[in-house]
């Protein structure tokens, strides 16, 4: 008798295939990974899941360089901007973004308190200060400044009004220094 139409050896034997497509994928990983002059070109432009863990170090390297110069230009141009026109409407975020970089990617704490505190003194109406407090906090934090911290926490609960989100925030940080 002859197979049903759409039934065959490969159709019935899909497993079989299915392990020697992964088995030849795995002598080729392998093999990769176990010959030095196939690691060395792949990490050349990029990191190898297979090997090259110094030439993935570097290239990590280079990434984070390039990360810290783009954050540096951004920084420059903000604060250009910022200084074309210190009145404009978007200058408040303007500052603020150059306090984060140079906070998160720079941990210059130093200059983001006073970015942080330009920021509040020039424009303490803004809508977005709610969340310069706690990066101002956080800065005191980072450099051991108790009394910066209390002084923000003070200023906090006389900046929003009692019982707001911010205000309890300011206390309960207040309160375990």
């Given at each position: 008798m002859s197979e049903p139409l759409g039934r065959g050896?490969?159709?019935d034997n899909w497993w079989l295939i299915a392990i020697v497509v992964l088995c030849v994928i795995g002598a080729a990983a392998f093999h990769f990974r176990s010959d030095p002059e196939l690691v060395e070109d792949a990490a050349a432009g990029q990191p190898s899941l297979f090997g090259g863990s110094a030439a993935t170090a570097d290239w990590e390297q280079a990434q984070a360089e390039r990360s810290r110069e783009a954050a540096r230009n951004t920084i420059t141009e903000y604060e250009r901007i910022y200084a074309e026109n210190p009145r404009a409407?978007?200058?408040p975020?303007?500052?603020f973004s150059v306090g984060n970089l140079q906070r998160q990617r720079f941990q210059n704490y130093a200059e983001a308190i006073r970015i942080y505190e330009l920021l509040l003194t020039e424009h303490p109406d803004w809508e977005g200060t709610h969340r310069v407090f706690p990066q101002l906090i956080s800065c005191y934090e980072?450099?051991?400044?108790r009394r910066g911290m209390q002084w923000v926490c003070d200023l906090?609960?006389?900046t929003f009004p009692e019982g707001s989100e911010e205000y309890l925030f300011a206390q309960e940080k207040r309160n375990s220094l």
């Open positions: 050896p490969l159709r409407e978007d200058a975020a303007y500052l980072q450099i051991g400044d906090m609960m006389r």
